[in-house]
């Protein structure tokens, strides 16, 4: 992201203002700097509502590290790390949605659809029944996505012959087997661990901790992924071309296959692991961006990013406060929020196509 | 030094052989021709010669290298390919498509410069197609797409290009326009270009050399003066073809 942005300013500062390859930045980049003032005004919008209503200033001065106690308290321990899981969140399945999307030249894939998620809430749902500590649970839904990705990728290449339909065909039947799974865990769970699962398979960010604030896990790999998506973002808009196609421009198809494939796992496992199951959003995202702004992965990549993370605060902040002090699960809210919106982006973009 | 020859090249499509032991050697400011019905393997033979399917023994050589042992890079810098089926998954615009053409030129995290994105326009320009350079792709009609395909080629300027069946989809004016464009960047620039086409006319007008698929890996090379005789085409098309001469060229009717 900076990388991109400090590269972007030297080329506007050496091209003239008239300079067509300027105009042809000039909309994505009004965008994602757009982008960019909507997730800081997310921030403040998370950190601010609450049981505890908090001005900007007292936010600012807290972040400063001044301030009452309380309200030190209430953001460091509880608000900023909530809000930090939850945009980090929402960053890895977007990216790992468009990265699915290019994978399998399929607008509905997703991460949820082949199957990872299915084997990380297994996972998880194993160590709640258990009655496993927090840090159990997501090394055990760690290792439910893992399985589940290892299962699907083996099975789907098969004898060599790796197709994206095949690919897709196998996720979601493999998704399907985790469904099952997950329904005969929960009819046979006592009901006191119930609800702790069916909050997990939902999406729940409640459990966000300071201690998350320093865990490095998250940020690095969702920026190590939005970087390694760039040095690909060209190869990726060819490779929507066909895999065929891709190979006359020049791209080694198999090692770009298997690097977006374990990618997008380990960045969707990293996202269920912290978050639960929270779906729709690395299928909604990628699209909402397409729509306002460019199929070019070069810009694509980080506004899904900047995209993802405002949809999953704003969505999980509404679902702490909106029938507060009860709270919903985050998954709720981000379906509350993205269903309308991406059918109106379709709407518009259909119609826009056919007045062109 | 050819650009693109190939000695004792076997190719077979599941067991049934394309061709046994080809031997051609393509050289600068050459166009070939391949020939052939429906399914002896033309397209197969030419994605081979791209490098994008194995073939059962023998050699490629691009400007005296070994196929095998270029990069996926390398060769799309010197080589590139027509397709004849094309791909869209998701709605890039026209001068999107075609400005992917630079790719095998750029490095990972390098933008296209003003001069590739010039390529692109020229490219556009030269099959027509400025005044659709917005339209999103999947928005064309199939002689469109081929176009913008062709421009992606233009855009690629490779020394090698392999087409498989420019023709389809175009009208006549495009069809001569766009053969007459590529064979003439062929023989002026000192390229070579071999393409899978099935009308005669054509082919005895723009084809110096010729490969006959005629089943069962039995081929035959040549000049197309030598080898577009009625009794090779018979044997080719398992049908009677008659030739006659008409302003110089000849023209090949079915019987």
Redesign the interface.
């Known amino acids: 992201m900076l990388i991109k942005l400090i590269k972007l300013i030297i080329t506007l500062s050496l091209n003239k203002p008239t300079d067509p390859s300027f105009l042809k930045m000039l909309k994505p980049l009004t965008i994602l700097v757009l982008l960019i003032a909507l997730s800081i005004a997310s921030f403040l919008f998370a950190l601010s509502v609450g049981s505890l209503p908090l001005s900007y200033m007292e936010i600012f001065e807290a972040l400063k590290g001044d301030g009452s106690d309380i309200t030190q308290t209430v953001i460091f321990e509880l608000r900023l790390p909530r809000a930090y899981i939850a945009f980090l969140t929402g960053g890895l399945l977007s990216l790992a949605g468009m990265l699915m999307q290019v994978l399998l030249r399929n607008p509905l894939a997703d991460p949820y659809i082949l199957g990872v998620s299915g084997g990380a809430s297994v996972g998880s749902m194993l160590a709640i029944s258990a009655g496993l500590a927090s840090s159990l649970i997501s090394v055990s839904a760690f290792i439910g996505a893992l399985i589940s990705i290892l299962l699907v990728f083996g099975l789907a290449h098969g004898r060599g012959s790796w197709n994206p339909s095949r690919l897709l065909l196998t996720g979601v039947v493999v998704a399907a087997g985790w469904g099952a799974i997950i329904n005969f865990i929960l009819s046979v769970s006592p009901n006191q661990s119930l609800k702790g699962m069916l909050f997990w398979l939902m999406g729940d960010l409640s459990y966000a901790q300071a201690h998350h604030l320093s865990d490095p896990s998250m940020p690095v790999i969702l920026i190590a992924g939005l970087l390694f998506s760039l040095m690909l973002a060209r190869s990726l808009n060819i490779l929507s071309h066909g895999e065929m196609q891709a190979s006359v421009l020049g791209i080694s198809i198999k090692p770009l296959r298997l690097s977006l494939f374990l990618l997008a796992s380990a960045l969707t496992a990293t996202a269920v692991t912290k978050a639960g199951s929270i779906g729709f959003v690395g299928l909604i995202v990628p699209h909402m961006i397409r729509l306002l702004m460019s199929s070019d992965h070069r810009w694509l990549a980080p506004a899904s990013v900047l995209a993802g993370g405002c949809l999953l605060l704003l969505s999980d902040t509404i679902a702490r406060t909106i029938i507060a002090p009860q709270q919903l699960p985050t998954g709720v809210i981000t379906a509350f929020i993205g269903v309308p919106l991406f059918l109106y982006l379709l709407n518009r973009g259909y119609r826009q196509q056919e007045l062109s | 030094m050819s650009l693109l020859s190939t000695s004792n090249l076997n190719i077979h499509i599941g067991n049934t052989p394309v061709c046994h032991n080809l031997n051609m050697t393509c050289e600068a400011g050459e166009v070939w021709g391949i020939l052939g019905r429906n399914g002896k393997g033309k397209t197969t033979l030419l994605h081979t010669l791209?490098g994008?399917r194995p073939a059962v023994s023998g050699e490629i050589l691009i400007r005296e290298n070994n196929i095998l042992e270029l990069?996926?890079?390398?060769?799309?810098?010197q080589l590139?390919?027509l397709?004849q089926?094309?791909?869209?998954?998701?709605?890039?615009t026209v001068l999107?498509?075609v400005i992917?053409?630079r790719?095998?030129h750029?490095n990972?995290?390098q933008?296209?410069s003003?001069s590739d994105?010039q390529c692109a326009h020229q490219a556009l320009s030269t099959v027509q197609l400025s005044h659709l350079s917005k339209?999103?792709i999947n928005?064309l009609s199939g002689g469109e797409r081929q176009r913008v395909a062709i421009a992606t080629l233009i855009t690629?300027n490779p020394d090698i290009m392999l087409l498989d069946e420019p023709n389809s989809h175009l009208d006549l004016k495009y069809q001569i326009q766009l053969l007459n464009q590529l064979c003439q960047q062929t023989r002026t620039q000192g390229k070579t270009t071999i393409m899978t086409l099935h009308d005669l006319n054509l082919t005895a007008r723009y084809c110096d050399k010729l490969i006959l698929l005629l089943g069962d890996g039995e081929t035959m090379t040549g000049t197309s003066k030598e080898l577009l005789n009625e009794s090779n085409l018979q044997k080719l098309y398992d049908h009677p073809i008659s030739r006659i001469e008409s302003d110089g060229y000849p023209v090949f009717i079915t019987k």
């Open positions: 791209a994008l990069s996926r890079k390398k060769i799309a810098q590139g390919v397709l089926h094309h791909e869209d998954s998701f709605p890039a999107e498509t992917t053409g790719h095998p750029l990972h995290w933008w296209e003003q994105w339209r999103p928005q690629q």
